[in-house]
Each structure stands twice: as structure tokens, then as C-alpha cells.
């Protein structure tokens, strides 16, 4: 499906959502193929990667991890250091990871943890690299229990010819407190209802045959 067609077929949905018969023959039409769908993640304990991979699994699409070209400290008080100074002076690092064909994609799922209450720096680098005009946008968050802060707003600043969806947020480690890797076992499967439950309200929970 092209993007712009994407973008069209959920004007239509909400035309015809008055109409209990259309409902689902709206709903089939906003749910893009799974080649048409790009997941961009960026993360550090694993976090938004099992959220990523969750979405994976209920829509399909390419799963593309931020990889910098010069990777961040290993020691947690090292990196807030760091990632401060970049947000004060605005710094965006330069990424190893390009996706020369993103204008390809119908929908791109951008996910991320909050770091300083903000939209992460190498986050910022991908959306400056990458024009996502036309293109539906759909965020996803993990964090440590203190929400998204400014970084949905970030996301909409920078993507100001985007249709962005509503995003998605779920609590996930507490790297200062030791806990890394929190989105497994048990947790793992609440955060997948969660994932579907949102899916459902942006019309992406089924998955492309």
C-alpha cells in the first residue's frame, strides 16, 4: 500500500466509522501490510526492545535497532553526564544506522526509553536524518516509572508533516536502581495486552497475512 494511500484509507475509516457495517472494512484498510511497516528503536537494558518485538509480532514489519557511531558509556553515571551536556547544547551524536528507503514505508513505529525526561538524543539524530513526511508515525516509550516527559511532544516537533498516532508508554527497568532488563516472564505478557489494547485503538492489532 503506498503511504499516501495509508494516509487516505484512515481519513476513510473515520468517514465510515458512523456506519456499524463499515467498521471493519475500515479498519481493514488503515492496517498496513507488514512490508509497509518500519520499527525504529532505540535502547540500552532491553526494554524497547521487547516492546518492539511485541509490536513485531501483532503487525509485522522490519525491526531496525539505533546503533551510534560512537556508542555510549557502558557505566550508568557516565551516560546521564554525557546525554546532559548533549541536551543542553543541543548535540545530536551521528548514527551508524541509515535507512536509505524509508520513504517506502506506510507506517513507522519510533520507540525509545525516556532520558532526562526528554526524547533521546540519538532519537533526535534519526529524525533529523530522516524525513518522515507523509509518512504515519506511530511512538512507543519505556521507562522507569516517571512517564514520557517532553519526548512525544519532540517527536510531533519533529515530524511536523507526519500523521502521528497515538503513542504507546509501559514502565520498564530502573537502570540507576539496578534493574535492567524488567519486560520478561510475567511482565512480558501484561505488556503485551497492553500493546494490543493500543493497537486496537490506533487500528493496527491485526496482523497482515
Known sequence: MNRRRFLQAGLAATAVSLWPHGVEEARA???????DVLIVYLTRTGNT????????????GEKVSIELETPYPEDYDAIVSQVDRENERGYVPPLKTKV???????AVFLGFPT???????PMKSFLHDHDLSGT?????NTNGGYGV???????????????????????????????YLAIKGERRDEVRAEVRDW??????????E
Not at 511532544?153 to 509501559?170: A, H, K, Q, Y
Open 29 to 35: 484498510q488503515t492496517e498496513p501490510r507488514a512490508e
Open 49 to 60: 526492545e521487547a516492546v518492539a518485538e511485541i509490536i513485531r509480532q501483532e503487525v509485522g
Open 100 to 106: 536509505g528507503d524509508i520513504g517506502e514505508y506506510d
Open 115 to 121: 532520558w532526562d525526561m526528554q526524547l533521546p538524543p
Open 136 to 140: 504515519t508515525v506511530i511512538p512507543f
Open 149 to 179: 516527559g517532553s519526548s512525544f511532544r519532540t517527536v510531533e516537533e519533529l515530524c511536523p508533516e507526519s500523521d502521528i498516532l497515538e503513542g504507546f508508554s509501559t514502565r520498564g527497568g530502573l537502570e540507576r536502581d539496578g534493574i
Open 199 to 208: 493497537l486496537e485503538r490506533t487500528h493496527l492489532a491485526q496482523k497482515p
